[in-house]
T-cell receptor
Framework: KQEVTQIPAALSVPEGENLVLNCSFTDSAIYNLQWFRQDPGKGLTSLLLIQSSQREQTSGRLNASLDKSSGRSTLYIAASQPGDSATYLC?????????????FGKGTKLSVIP | DVKVTQSSRYLVKRTGEKVFLECVQDMDHENMFWYRQDPGLGLRLIYFSYDVKMKEKGDIPEGYSVSREKKERFSLILESASTNQTSMYLCASSLIGRDWYSNQPQHFGDGTRLSIL
């Protein structure tokens, strides 16, 4: 069964720093790797989706990369802001003949200190 | 913008009751999903549906059923609620990709915090 691990579980940085969040998965067969953010008491907001054939995706100050061979994805946040404070989750998605799996990591709680 | 609406933000029910959680999306998405989120366990997929009247079990379907009579509405049913079903329930929807299953981003509702007493 696929396992998705996010390290660290929590991270606190001063405003303006660049930072990297990590996501690792045990099964390299992959369809999509998706990054979400979740604000307290809210649902998830999709940030970036990397399809299996892609290596990275960018949106504004966010850049996500995917390395299937090492079973890792990273989310890079440039010039962090207090509004970036949230929990960030990655999700590994696999679909094949008669099979579908979607597995989330437990998240990294980010605090950006003004 | 995609809007996924869950009928209740907070719900309190009693053990043994039949509980319905409703989810509606307004973007004509084929795929709809139900998750539960628990501290220390993260998000886990309960059921999903890729078309009207179609459903597939996720990782933890026991004690739950679903209904998808219309494309925009996906209901989660707790047949006989138990205290271990106290949780945050999240609904999501997405467009179907070029393959049978989705490869498009999922859009989430704000969740229903369900307490079973």
């Amino acid at each position: 069964k696929q396992e998705v691990t996010q390290i660290p579980a929590a991270l606190s940085v001063p405003e303006g720093e660049n930072l990297v969040l990590n996501c690792s998965f045990t099964d390299s067969a992959i369809y999509n790797l998706q990054w979400f953010r979740q604000d307290p008491g809210k649902g998830l907001t999709s940030l970036l989706l990397i399809q299996s054939s892609q290596r990275e995706q960018t949106s504004g100050r966010l850049n996500a990369s995917l390395d299937k061979s090492s079973g890792r994805s990273t989310l890079y946040i440039a010039a962090s802001q207090p509004g970036d404070s949230a929990t960030y989750l990655c999700a590994w998605e696999y679909s094949g003949a008669g099979s579908y799996q979607l597995t989330f990591g437990k998240g990294t709680k980010l605090s950006v200190i003004p | 913008d995609v809007k996924v609406t869950q009928s209740s933000r907070y719900l309190v029910k009693r053990t043994g009751e039949k509980v319905f959680l409703e989810c509606v999306q307004d973007m004509d998405h084929e795929n709809m999903f139900w998750y539960r989120q628990d501290p220390g366990l993260g998000l886990r997929l309960i059921y999903f549906s890729y078309d009207v009247k179609m459903k597939e079990k996720g990782d933890i379907p026991e004690g739950y059923s679903v209904s998808r009579e219309k494309k925009e509405r996906f209901s989660l049913i707790l047949e006989s609620a138990s205290t271990n079903q106290t949780s945050m329930y999240l609904c999501a929807s997405s467009l179907i990709g070029r393959d049978w299953y989705s490869n498009q981003p999922q859009h989430f509702g704000d969740g229903t915090r369900l307490s079973i007493l």
